[in-house]
T-cell receptor, first 115, second 111 residues
Framework: AQSVTQLGSHVSVSEGALVLLRCNYS??????LFWYVQYPNQGLQLLLK??????LVKGINGFEAEFKKSETSFHLTKPSAHMSDAAEYFC?????????????FGKGTKLSVIP | NAGVTQTPKFRILKIGQSMTLQCAQD?????MYWYRQDPGMGLKLIYY???????DKGEVPNGYNVSRSTTEDFPLRLELAAPSQTSVYFC??????????FGPGTRLTVL
């Protein structure tokens, strides 16, 4: 079984400030981990993914995430927030076991950027 | 390369009506999924398919049906629409490392 917890359903940051969105997971096998972004009235777009290579993963739009096995975490960061980063962000976990192709999603964190 | 496409974008149904949500992909992926998204609840898996002719239930299948006759298409059928089925529906496919690629969604209201 696998699960995802995103801490904070809403996060507000000032433009230019650090963005930190938290994600903790549980998985009985080595996980694959993902962050998705959803802009209003759109589908989910893949931001970045961890698939057991480098623990620090860089994604699109200046975002990155670090896989920490000891903390079962995969937090998303960006050094300087832009207004265009305002969106909802979803963390998801899949497992690397053969034949497993399902993802479990967190409930999402809505990011607001204050000018 | 269109990726994952969904039609219609919006639909209003009356209670008891039926409809089919269409999903098509040109990525040649075997795995396809239907999710519903409700505010504050994340995504819930309705049905998925591992290839043409093979489908299976997800977390919330009641009230829905699917079929998969080709690799490209994965329609979702609502037989007797209920207000509880008011939601945004997303279709997705799966790539090499379990990453999923989503369509733009269908916003359904049942009145």
């Amino acid at each position: 079984a696998q699960s995802v917890t995103q801490l904070g359903s809403h996060v507000s940051v000032s433009e230019g400030a650090l963005v930190l969105l938290r994600c903790n997971y549980s998985s009985s096998v080595p996980p694959y981990l993902f962050w998705y972004v959803q802009y209003p009235n759109q589908g989910l777009q893949l931001l970045l993914k961890y698939t057991s290579a480098a623990t620090l993963v860089k994604g699109i739009n200046g975002f990155e995430a670090e896989f920490k096995k000891s903390e079962t975490s995969f937090h998303l960061t960006k050094p300087s927030a832009h207004m265009s980063d305002a969106a909802e962000y979803f963390c998801a976990v899949g497992n690397s076991g053969a034949g497993s192709y399902q993802l479990t999603f967190g409930k999402g964190t809505k990011l607001s950027v204050i000018p | 390369n269109a990726g994952v496409t969904q039609t219609p974008k919006f639909r209003i149904l009356k209670i008891g009506q039926s409809m089919t949500l269409q999903c098509a992909q040109d990525m040649n992926h075997n795995y396809m999924y239907w999710y519903r998204q409700d505010p504050g609840m994340g995504l819930k898996l309705i049905y998925y398919s591992v290839g043409a002719g093979i489908t299976d239930k997800g977390e919330v299948p009641n009230g829905y049906n699917v079929s998969r006759s080709t690799t490209e298409d994965f329609p979702l059928r609502l037989e007797l629409a209920a207000p509880s089925q008011t939601s945004v529906y997303f279709c997705a496919t799966c790539g090499s490392y379990n990453e999923q690629f989503f369509g733009p969604g269908t916003r359904l209201t049942v009145l």
